[in-house]
Structure formats: structure tokens, C-alpha cells
């Protein structure tokens, strides 16, 4: 994942700064735009087809969140560009789809980049696609990847459906509930890894083996995934609460604290699973290491059980003339009986010292 | 316990903020308040059976404390969250019962979240409950997830019996008297763990086992989970001796530096146990490979005496025609004088190297 | 150690702050205090029958230090509190006998905590005494936990005898020396810590054994309790240097920084013998691992060597009808010259492969 | 490497600062200077054969990039010193070329050091040169260690061309666009670093071996030697942002601001190789002891099972008269049956235990 | 060596602050004072026979080094003192040859304490002296512990033949240069230390052996001593360039920033050091249990092939009447050729198995 992020940058590797150059994965379908409309008293919905169509949205004093998804198209990205007087460097940065969360104030607008991560796939890996946010005055840009799907709908629905008051505040309570729906996604992600931890844990009990460790691994590599995406996430909430900008009203500033908690929240429970997957593979070494002592033990002692006996044997197949004991009656019963106490003798011994 | 607070959250994802859905154990036992009323010369003592009751003790002079045992019936935390005048995201907050220790300021009240350990079970398992105090001009609403039993009965005794100056200071004071119980609780729980600890180090050199490995792990994922719930509440100590609200006198400030203090031990203590048991594990690994290697060497000592001596009688096993020795009249007792000089030679070697 | 005085908080739980319960060992010797009373011109020195009389030397102009050993007699205690008007948590931190070190001001006076460490019993183990200041306009307060002997000797010397300038200083000059004395003493139990860790050493390299592994974690663990005393120390004693009390004059401060550096010294000396601990445990294992392949090796060479000779011997003691070499004359001979040729030709090869 | 750049300090202990000793390798080739002056409607490029006519573009309103390629020749260098009026410690710093990135404020001109790193060599090692760059009033000094190539030719493309802003902005844009090529330069090493490490990743699962150990720790220690370069690059371009030197423009500020990025993305990725490389570290030594331990148990598994047949043929070796045995008819076929039966029982129960 | 610092400083437990007692090795040379007084103008050296000497040098406002070599005659550092007006504190800490690095202000004069390595034992062991530094008006006085040798010889040799600037700038510069002959000579050190790391490693590779973990430990053990002296002087140089005192005027900031970035680079290159020494204790341990188990399998291996070989001898080494076998005429040549068959059977299954 991460030699992937690394791969797309050296595309523009000498190119000067704010050039714009798509280095995700070449997708085809087309870039798609929504955009909700809303005030306290009337909310629109318009799938644009000219992306030119955003600009009528710009000075309205009513709300406007314009969604796009998909960053492939160059030329309805720098229309964008233009219609909202984005600076090439942000432009250059949506394009970029490997920045780690951060945020930028660049006067007339806040420009936040967010991570929403993805468990779609059928092996559990977890993807991550960047949410490019820019909070203007009265309106919200959010930009995503374009996979499929999106963490959004239940903001889209509150303001469809007038739920809660995201009707009535504005464009930086819009960036909020955003940010919180992409942060309450990160419990869903955990819970998820929660389980699979948990499983893990049986395995590692019932039957722990090469495979087990190879699970402890993938997760620990997607603990550090997942780390990189939320840790600089709690700088960029901290950082809205804190900014004086004047977009953000100090109203919203007790749900961006919210939003922050949640955000520690997240980070613990990534540091807590961390710890329990090292603490997992310190038992799972232990664990394989006490099996195979454990066989090379029994095995032992039968070896080492037998060893004397076949000496035993071996003295009376020695073919010496002289041998009085052969020629006993019960020479040969004797050494049976001499051959079945010292295994006795010894499987007590190793019992005693619970080598057995 | 960490997958289980995640598990209620993803109940939660995509609501508008301050909604109220309780995520935690579905219960059914009632949710019961008590109301504690107190003056510097009079107390009386509650059950409400409505909670609008609440309301007359609100703007009364005398110190007011309401308990409320259950946060799993949202219709009478709405009627308290309107009597009191509280924030949704307070509300949401009391009900999500996985918060992180946390103080948090709204003006006419402080909110503070804390988790009161519990040592109830046979298996000695730390259960945890989170408790939420609202610290108001004159009264305090503490709201507990509602597990039988609490902390705070020593308080309510020296309130009834006007122990101490409780009863002639403020909120403020009262509040401290209940982070205090909570944190003096901590001591006993940490008291029974150091049992557990000490137990532990006497198996480890009795008798360790894989068992040993298993507590060792357990105990430190309850030093993980203490942690998480102690760290954060020596911020909110500290954050409460610092804040500059008008809700928290002057004088009450010394009795939060004590309390800060003992949080100090607490987590001075947790990390202390951390180290010891850090250091256990790795005596138990040595141990465990110390044994297995004794063992090991005792056989192999044994197998290693009777191979040659298993080879020599081979050798007069073997039926060449011509072999001088076989027709010695003293050829088989010297044979035996040879196999005892050779296992006796190789004791003494493996002696004096001290292998064995 | 650590969970000793665990055991002793809980006596305490739900108690109201300041109150006065003993919670060290119990003891029955009567609590001693003696009075030093001195200016530049005379030196008195009082051993105190009745406590009250303390009230005579507080408001006198002369410097006067009031030392008490022992803090399990309440009521001595308690006078003691009264006389010098000490705020009840004060009082309770005295007889919490298991404080970090920390210094807090309350306006008239400064009450510092130190831990004083002493070496007496013969395991080599370390002891850790409290001792509480409270540092006076002209008066300095010491309570020590009791246990017999202190490390307060060469301070009450000086005084006694008017060497150095301590006669001439005030009473900030004299909680300094008092606490340089207990740093100073640090320096001697660091010394014989370092003796036993040179000592082990010696026996990590010429006989390790379980023991030494058992030693080395014992001052691992002691390293973690020296730690605990010492570095909240550092704090302390750069907070009196910060404080901007007017019971420390600025002449003293100089003092402060010396005996700042001495603590920083200490610290980093723990750390280095922390450090060096941790290299000693990896010897150490290393070193078992070595010894046991080391037998192994030799042992598994031996039998290695003596199976194939086994196989000759067996081979030649088949009952085949038809086994041309036994009729042979030389066939015998012939068979021991192939058995040494095997044998030395497979020592030579482990010798090169330096298997050996 | 670390070595190399420390045994050519040793050539300058002892000397005044400020002398001028060149302390890398010697090189023969002539000290190559090219000046690049262009302002938004001309550009010309110049190779300097004297090195004295810098000085005619110093006072140029147009802004001049002299590059210079080579620091061995010191009497070039101090010319150039002369003409720019550099520092004797300034001059200095460009000929240790072991410096670590830093920026130093000298009034007139800022003196920065960054490493460029190279990838050339075959053997893929990180190669890394020294470049100093001195930013004046409307002139760039690039001083490089002089290894053929560098990171700087689409920059130079970018002024010849006049493509992007580059001719229209002044002197710090074009240091800002050096740096920046020198950071995107690092995306690209990081890249190769990353196939490198997944081909390890792929050996350590099909076939590892003593040589991917080697691999390994090759790479962590190029990590090490990354990090060293990287972190204290963070420090100089958070510098620049911050300085209130008047060589750098507000409008700069922010491309600052986006190098800064890529030099924290450069960082997280490094640190994620490294936490990479811990796993593949564990798992390595973990597929080994399995694969030790897979070859020991099967082969002791047959060792086992044949010991306890070797005993019952040497039973019926033995040279008793009175052996019953041997004379009954199936005797022979009967030994046969036992000893098939005693071996498959064996096989089955070694199964059964999952040891085979 | 750390040991050693420790017994020294027992002597003085219990005396007053200021007391003089030398706590190092006693020596017997005489303590040499020699001047160096010099002004831009004029050079003159002298060695002195009376301290009190010195004083002539104090109030002229040449600038005067100085330079003490040897701290065990008590009387002559007393006269030292009275003469330059030195604290009993600085006394005391010229004499404990233990210190840390540190500089503190005491008005007219900076106390500077340095830790001066050597390198001249033959083992290669670092050895270290202490070196204080009193920086007056126009005074530098340097105090050295009196090993033979220093690092200052190149200082004299520039103020004496008047090379550089040194003889042009003030007493602040002196010291400069002082601390940075210090910093240069750890970088030879630094060599030394590498060139061994380098030996180290290639021993590694060849032979590795217990040798070559106790050379890996020692030299950790060194690197935690160099840390011990370096860490400290970073903050001791940035304590010069921050202190507004009179004594360092602005212009010799300008080379403390110099000899601070060489500070960073040393504490650089220990930790490279550390870093590396981590990574050979990884590739030593594991390239030792790589050996044993190559050792163990091949061994183990051949012990398995002759285990059934020796079976099938001891079948027709048994004694039954009815052995059809035995009466074959071929049944002799069968059994050899059934036992080739079976050894070059495991042969070829082992080496598929990869397992010889």
C-alpha cells in the first residue's frame, strides 16, 4: 500500500509546483458532481453535468455542498479550480492521493484533507481513499478518490430530511458533520478489527501455527496503516478548533471538540490493539517454541528409554564362548525381567522430574 | 473489553450529533435517582420516583447532589438533560458509555467524565463503569452506568453524619469528594492486583507452566486497560486545578492538588507493575528454555553413555570366524570390565565439564 | 516493596481528606523530637518530653529545626500540627508514609517530601524512608518515618560545632543541607549498588548459573524503585530553585543548583546501571545458550561417530549362510581398521568444519 | 559510510575556524561554474571560465543561479567567497561535506544545507553529495559535492523555458524550487528502496535465508542513514517558514508550507520501512526456527520409531540356549508382525498428536 | 568507570557545600600552572612557580589563558580561587572530577565544565577527563584533571604564531576555540571507535565467536559513556549562545553555532554507532544459532540414515531357526543392496527437502 502511494509520485517528480497531473490508478469512468443546496427553509439536489454550473452556487447565500467524486478527469478538476478560486497548490494536492491528513487556511478558504478508509474488500484489508474538503463561506467542496461508495450518505440524509439542525447552521457545521462521518466510519473499521483480533486470539489458542503469524503480522501493518491516517487527523481537528479563522463560528467549536475526543478514541483503541497483537506474538513464539519441546521431550525419553535396553540385548548377542548366563535356565527370562525394571525404573525417574 | 465498547459505537455511526441512543448493555432493571440535599445545618435524603422532581432542588442555596444509577432509559435522561439544562453532545456523551476520562467546560457547568473500577467478578477480571459528574453552581449530578454498587457510599455517610467540613463547603468540594473516592477506590483495586502479582512471582519459581505465560499476559493487558482509564484523569485533575471557572473555589484548589497527587501514584504504580511483569516473562522464558535444556542434556548424556558401549557389544556380536577374543576364557568379564571403565570415564568427563 | 505500601493505602479509603490514620508499619517506641536551636552566636539543643513546647522556639528569631522520628503516635502528631498550624492535608501526607517526593507550597510555609534510602540489612536490599520538611519563616520541621538511624548526622555536626557557614544562614539554608545530605547519601547507595553489579559481572563471565539471572533482575527491579524516589526529586528541587517563595532567598539558590546537579548525576546514573543491567541480561543468555549448544554439539558428535560404527558391527552380525567376509582370516582385523578409518576420518571432518 | 565522513574530520582537528581544507575525496576534474541569470523577459546561461566574473551579476536587478559543481578546488571556492562575501565559517561548512541539513541566518544571506541523494550504482545503494545553497537578495549560490549528475535540470528547463510562474518570482522561489527537487528526488529513492523491500518481502516467504538477513539489515541501516538526512531537513524548511528574514517572501510561504509536506510524507514513509522491516526481521527468524524445528521433529520422529525396532531385533540377537522363541515355526513372521505393528502404531500416534 | 566516579564521591558525604576534598586518584606530579598572555601585539608564555602569580594577570586588559594541569594539590587551588574570586561551589566541582557537563553563570564570570576524551591505552578503552573552564572579563582559566596530553596544543600553537584571528578577538573566543579543540577531538575518537565497529563487523562475517559479543558490548557500553558526555555539552553550548551575558559578545555566537552543530553531529554519529551495534548483536546471535542448527541437522541427519540401516542388520542378526532368509544364496548381496538402496533413498528425500 504504501510503495503504491510511493509509485504515483514520481510522475511528477521535476515538475513545478501546482502542475496538474493525476498519479492515482487510471480510472474511466466519468467524474461525477452533486451538489445539496439547502437553507432552513428549502433544500435542492442537482447532479451537474456541466461542472461550469457550480459557479451560480458560489455567492448564494444559501448553503452549498458541491460532492465530487472521482479526481481522474484533469480538465473538470481545474474548471473547479477556476470557478472556486482554488490556488494550484491545493489543486495540485487533491490530485495528489496519498497525502496524509492535514489542514491549510488559505484566508478565503479552509482546505482539509481527510483519509476514509474502506473494509470492502473479501480479505478484510482495509483501503483508503483521500477526501479533499474546502470550506468556503457558504459552501462545502468535497472532493473523493471515486471508488464506490461513500461514508457521507447519513449527512446527506439529515439534511435531505431536515433531521438535527444541520439545516439551520452553516457551512462549517456542514465540514463537521463531515468530518464526523468519516471519523465514525474509524469505529466501524476498528470494530471489524476487533473482531478478526479476536478470532486471531482463539486460533492462537486452539491451533496457533505459521499461518497465525503471518495474521499477527498483516494486522500489525495495517495497525501502522491506520496510525498514519488518524494521527495527523487529531492535529487537523485540534487545529480547526483552535484556527481563528472566521469560517469556523465559535458555535461549532464545542462539536469540534466532540469530533476531536473521538478522534483520541480512535487513536487508543489503535494503540491498545497494537499492544495486543505484540503481546499475541510474544505468546505465539512461546507457544510454538513449548510444542516443539514438548515433542522433542517425548521423544527423547522413548529414545533414551530404549538406548540401555538395546545395549542390554546387545551384551547377550555378544558371541563369547565363555558366557555363563546363556547357558542359565532362566537366563533368559532374567534379562527380560532385568530389561522391563529398568524401563520402569526409568519411566518413574522421568516422571518424578516431570520430563514427561 | 476494548472490542465490546467498540461494538455499541457502530450502533451510533451516521446519527446528527447529540442524538441520544444508549450503546451500551441493554438492562431492565428501573434507573433510580437519589437526591442527596445538604446544608452546612440540615440534609436530607430522596429516592425521586419523578424525575421532573429534580427541578425544585435546582435553584435551591443548599448543595444539591443527585445520583443516578442507569443511563439505559433515554426518556428520564432527556427529562434530566432538560431540567438541567444540559448540552446534547453532554447527553450523548453520558450515554455512550466508552468515553475516555475527560473534563469539559460549558459555562454554567463543568462536565467530567470518569471510569470507576470494579473487582466484583470470581475471576478477578477488572470491570469498569463509566461515571459522568455535571459540577453546577450549587449542585452535583453524578450518573452512574448503573452496575450494583458503587464507590461513593463513603461520601454519602459523611454528608449524613456531617463528617469532616463536607457539608459546609461547596459543589466544588463535593465533586472533588467523589473524583476522590473514585481514585482512592483505584488503590484497592491496584492493592489486589499486587496480590495477584506477588502470586504470580511465587508460581513463576514453584512451578511455571504455560499457565504462568497466560496470567503474566493477562495481567498486562489489565495494566494496558488501567492505564487507559488513569492516564487521561490526571489531565482532568490537573485541567480542573487550572481552569479559571467561576464553579471551582479557590480553596478547593489545594484538595485537587492532593488528588493529583494520589493519581500520580496510581499510574507511578500501574507502570511499576508494567516493569515487573515485563521482567516476570522474561524470567519465565529463561526458566522454561533452562528446563527444557536440563532435560535435554540429561538424556542425551544418558543416550551418549550407551551408544558406544551399545557399539562394543555390537562388535562381539559381529560372527567372523576368526576372532581370537571370543575364545579368551576372560573375554567376556573383560569386555565387561571394558563397557563399566568406558560409561564410568565418560561420567567422570561429563562430570568434570560439568555437563551433567 | 511496592505492593507493601499499596496495602497500607486502603486502611485509608473513604476517609475524609485529612484524616489522621498511620498507615505504616505499626510500632510501639515512644515518637522522639529534638530541638536544634541556633544563630550565629549559640547552638542550644533540647530533647522535647512534652511536644507542645515546640510553641516556644516558632516565633523566636534564632533558626530552629524540630526533628521528629516516627509518625505512628497521632496525638504527638497532631499537637505537632497545631502548634506550627499545618493544613490538615499536610498532616495526612506525613502519615501516608509512601508519597513520591514533591514540594508544596502553602503561603507560610513549604512542605517537602523526600525519600531517604538506607542499605542496613544484610540482603543488600535497599529500605526507603519518608521524610517531610516543612520549611518555616525561621524554622525548619523534619518528621522521619522512624526506622533508626539517619542520614542528618553530619548536618547536626556542623551546626554543633559551627563549621561552614550554616550557623550564619537561615532556615532555607538548612533545608537545603538536609536535603543535599539525603542526595549525598544517594551517592553511597549507588556505590554499593555498583560494587554488586561489578560483582556480578565477574560471575556473568566466569560461573553464570539461574542465580545470576536472579540477581540481575533483583537490581533490574531495584533500579525501578531508585528511579521512582529519585526522579520526581529532580522536580522538586528545581521547583524550590523556580519558586519565587519569599521563604527562599535568593543566595540559597546557588545551593539549589548544586544540589540540582547532583540529583541530574544520580539519574544518570541509574540510568547508565539500567542500561548496563539490561547488557548483562543479554550476556547472560547468550552465554547459557552458548554453553548448552556447546554440550550438545560435543554429545551429538559422539553419537553421530558411534552409529555407523554400530552398523559395521551389525552388519557383521548377521546370520547369513552365505557371508564370505567372516570366513575371510583377516576379515576381522579388516573390519576394526574400517570401523577406525570411519571414525577418525569423521572426527577430522568435524575438526574442519569446526564442528568441534 | 558514517565512517567515511567521520575520518575526514580528523584532517581538520586543531585548525582556526573558518580554514579552508577541502575533507572529502579528491577528485581531478576541474570545478565546473555555470550561471543562469533571467529575469521575466530574458534568460541567458552562461559556463564561467573565470570564476572572478560572478561578480558581475551580484548587483544585477535580474535574478542569477550560479551553480557550482566540485568543492575540492579551494582556491576557486575562495574567490567565490570573496566575490558573494560568505563567512569564513560559511566557506567552511561547504567543504566538510558531511554536514547534516541546517539553515543558518547570516543577515545579508541565508546558508542552507540539504543532502541530495543518488541511487546509481548498481548495487543499489543510497549514494549521498552534499549541496549548499546561498540565498541572497536576488541570487542563488548552488555549491554541489560535485558527483556527476544531479536533481536540479527541470528546474533548469522550467527557467529556459519559462515554464510555470519560476521567471516571474524572485530568488527564494527558485531556493524553494531546489529544494523541492531535492525532496522529490527522495520520492523517487524511496521508491526503489520500496521494490527492494517487497522483493524481500516475497524471498522471505518462498526462500529465506542467511542472505535475506543480510538484506534486511542492509536496508534498516540505509533507513538509519535516510532518517539522518530527512529529519533535520524537516527542521530547515519549518525554519524558512517561520524566519522573518526579508530574503524570503510572504508569497513563498506557502510552497514552503508544501515542501514541508513532502518532507513529513518523506519521513512517515521511512519510519513505515523501518516498522516494515521489524516485522520481516521477526518473521525471518521466526520461518527459520520453524523450518529448524520441521527438519529436527521428522527426523526424530524416525529415529524414534526405529529405536524401539532395533531393541526387539537385538532381543532375538541374543545367544541364550533357552530362548523359546526362536524355535517356534512362525517365530520368525511373528517378529515381523510385532515390529510392522509397533511402528505403524507409532506412525498413527504421532499423527494422532500432530507431531509428524 | 562509572563505578569508579561513584566511590570517589563517598569520601565527601556529610561535608559542608564548598568543602575542598579531591575525590580523584591521588597523584604525585606537581600541579603546573602555565600563562599564556596575549593581546593582538604581543605573546608571552609563562610557566609559573607561584600561583599567586596570577593575579598580576587578572586586571590587565590583555587576555590571559590560564592553564592548570592537575587538581589533587588542594593549597594551590585555594590560592587559584582567592585570586580570581571564585564561589566555594566551583571550587568544589573543579575538584569532583565526576561532573556532567554544565555551565553556570555566576555573574562575573561563567563556569564551563567539559568532558576531555582520551584514547592512548593501549585496549582502546576511552578514557576521560575532566576540564573546567572559568570565562572572566579578559581571562580564560582551564582547569584539567592532569592527565598527560590534552587537545588544546593546537589553540597555543595558533595564539603563539598568531594564526587566525584568535589573537584579535577576546577572551570569549579563547574559550570558543577551547570548547571546540574539545568537540574536534572527539571526532577523532568518533574514528577510532569507527575503524573498531568496522573491524567488528567484518569479524562478524568471518568469525564469529563469544569474543565478538563481549567486543559488541563493549563498545555499547562505551557508547552509553560517550552519550554521557556529549548529550550534556549540546545543551551547555546552546546554554552559551542563548545567555545574554556581557562576557560573549554577539560575534562569537556566530562560532558557538559552529561548534553546536558539531556537538549534534557527534551525538549523531553515537547513535549511528548505537544503531549499528543493535543490528550486529542481531545478525551475531542469529548468525550463531544459524551455525548450530547447520551443525545439529547435518548431524542429526546422518544419525537418522544409519538408525534403519542398523535396524536391518540386527533383523538378520537375530537368531530364529526358521529365518529363510539366511539360507539364500543371494540373501547376503540383497540386504547390502536393500540398504544402499535405503540410504541413497533418504539421502535424495533430504536433499529435496532441502534439509542437508
Same mark, same amino acid.
Given at each position: 500500500?504504501?510503495?503504491?502511494?510511493?509509485?504515483?509520485?514520481?510522475?511528477?517528480?521535476?515538475?513545478?509546483?501546482?502542475?496538474?497531473?493525476?498519479?492515482?490508478?487510471?480510472?474511466?469512468?466519468?467524474?461525477?458532481?452533486?451538489?445539496?443546496?439547502?437553507?432552513?427553509?428549502?433544500?435542492?439536489?442537482?447532479?451537474?453535468?456541466?461542472?461550469?454550473?457550480?459557479?451560480?452556487?458560489?455567492?448564494?447565500?444559501?448553503?452549498?455542498?458541491?460532492?465530487?467524486?472521482?479526481?481522474?478527469?484533469?480538465?473538470?478538476?481545474?474548471?473547479?479550480?477556476?470557478?472556486?478560486?482554488?490556488?494550484?497548490?491545493?489543486?495540485?494536492?487533491?490530485?495528489?492521493?496519498?497525502?496524509?491528513?492535514? !489542514?491549510?487556511?488559505?484566508? +478565503?478558504?479552509?482546505? @482539509?484533507? &481527510?483519509?476514509?478508509? *474502506?473494509?470492502?474488500? /473479501?480479505?478484510?484489508?482495509?483501503?483508503?481513499?483521500?477526501?479533499?474538503?474546502?470550506?468556503?463561506?457558504?459552501?462545502?467542496?468535497?472532493?473523493?478518490?471515486?471508488?464506490?461508495?461513500?461514508?457521507?450518505?447519513?449527512?446527506?440524509?439529515?439534511?435531505?430530511?431536515?433531521?438535527?439542525?444541520?439545516?439551520?447552521?452553516?457551512?462549517?457545521?456542514?465540514?463537521?458533520?463531515? !468530518?464526523?462521518?468519516?471519523? +465514525?466510519?474509524?469505529? @466501524?473499521? &476498528?470494530?471489524?478489527? *476487533?473482531?478478526?483480533? /479476536?478470532?486471531?486470539?482463539?486460533?492462537?489458542?486452539?491451533?496457533?501455527?505459521?499461518?497465525?503469524?503471518?495474521?499477527?503480522?498483516?494486522?500489525?501493518?495495517?495497525?501502522?496503516?491506520?496510525?498514519?491516517?488518524?494521527?495527523?487527523?487529531r492535529?487537523?481537528v485540534s487545529?480547526?478548533q483552535?484556527?481563528?479563522?472566521?469560517?469556523?463560528?465559535?458555535?461549532?467549536?464545542?462539536?469540534l471538540r466532540?469530533v476531536y475526543d473521538?478522534t483520541i478514541?480512535?487513536?487508543?483503541?489503535?494503540?491498545?490493539?497494537?499492544?495486543?497483537?505484540?503481546?499475541?506474538?510474544?505468546?505465539?513464539?512461546?507457544?510454538?517454541?513449548?510444542?516443539?519441546?514438548?515433542?522433542?521431550?517425548?521423544?527423547?525419553?522413548?529414545?533414551?528409554?530404549?538406548?540401555?535396553?538395546?545395549?542390554?540385548?546387545?551384551?547377550?548377542?555378544?558371541?563369547?564362548?565363555?558366557?555363563?548366563?546363556?547357558?542359565?535356565?532362566?537366563?533368559?527370562?532374567?534379562?527380560?525381567?532385568?530389561?522391563?525394571?529398568?524401563?520402569?525404573?526409568?519411566?518413574?525417574?522421568?516422571?518424578?522430574?516431570?520430563?514427561?
Amino acid at each position: 500500500m504504501v510503495r503504491h502511494a510511493l509509485k504515483k509520485r514520481s510522475k511528477k517528480a521535476g515538475l513545478p509546483p501546482g502542475s496538474l497531473v493525476h498519479i492515482g490508478d487510471k480510472k474511466t469512468e466519468a467524474v461525477t458532481a452533486n451538489v445539496l443546496d439547502y437553507a432552513e427553509d428549502h433544500c435542492s439536489e442537482t447532479a451537474l453535468i456541466e461542472i461550469e454550473q457550480c459557479i451560480v452556487y458560489r455567492d448564494m447565500p444559501s448553503i452549498t455542498w458541491v460532492d465530487i467524486e472521482g479526481v481522474h478527469d484533469i480538465q473538470v478538476l481545474e474548471k473547479i479550480g477556476q470557478c472556486f478560486g482554488l490556488h494550484p497548490l491545493v489543486m495540485e494536492d487533491i490530485l495528489n492521493t496519498d497525502q496524509r491528513p492535514k !489542514i491549510e487556511d488559505y484566508g +478565503d478558504y479552509l482546505y @482539509i484533507v &481527510l483519509r476514509m478508509l *474502506g473494509n470492502g474488500s /473479501e480479505s478484510g484489508d482495509i483501503s483508503s481513499e483521500q477526501v479533499s474538503l474546502i470550506l468556503g463561506k457558504n459552501f462545502v467542496l468535497s472532493i473523493q478518490e471515486g471508488a464506490k461508495g461513500d461514508v457521507f450518505e447519513p449527512v446527506r440524509t439529515r439534511i435531505r430530511s431536515n433531521k438535527g439542525q444541520i439545516r439551520m447552521l452553516g457551512a462549517d457545521y456542514l465540514a463537521y458533520s463531515l !468530518i464526523d462521518a468519516v471519523v +465514525d466510519n474509524y469505529f @466501524i473499521i &476498528l470494530e471489524k478489527i *476487533g473482531e478478526r483480533v /479476536e478470532l486471531l486470539e482463539e486460533t492462537l489458542i486452539s491451533d496457533p501455527g505459521p499461518q497465525t503469524l503471518h495474521l499477527i503480522h498483516n494486522l500489525k501493518r495495517e495497525m501502522i496503516y491506520l496510525r498514519k491516517s488518524v494521527w495527523p487527523l487529531r492535529e487537523v481537528v485540534s487545529g480547526m478548533q483552535r484556527r481563528d479563522s472566521a469560517l469556523i463560528r465559535e458555535s461549532t467549536g464545542i462539536y469540534l471538540r466532540d469530533v476531536y475526543d473521538h478522534t483520541i478514541q480512535v487513536i487508543d483503541t489503535v494503540e491498545t490493539f497494537r499492544d495486543m497483537l505484540s503481546g499475541m506474538l510474544d505468546i505465539y513464539l512461546s507457544s510454538i517454541s513449548n510444542r516443539t519441546n514438548a515433542v522433542m521431550k517425548v521423544l527423547t525419553v522413548i529414545a533414551t528409554i530404549f538406548i540401555p535396553l538395546t545395549w542390554i540385548a546387545g551384551v547377550y548377542g555378544m558371541n563369547f564362548k565363555n558366557m555363563p548366563e546363556l547357558s542359565w535356565v532362566y537366563g533368559y527370562p532374567a534379562v527380560w525381567v532385568l530389561m522391563i525394571f529398568v524401563a520402569i525404573g526409568m519411566v518413574i525417574y522421568f516422571k518424578i522430574k516431570k520430563w514427561w
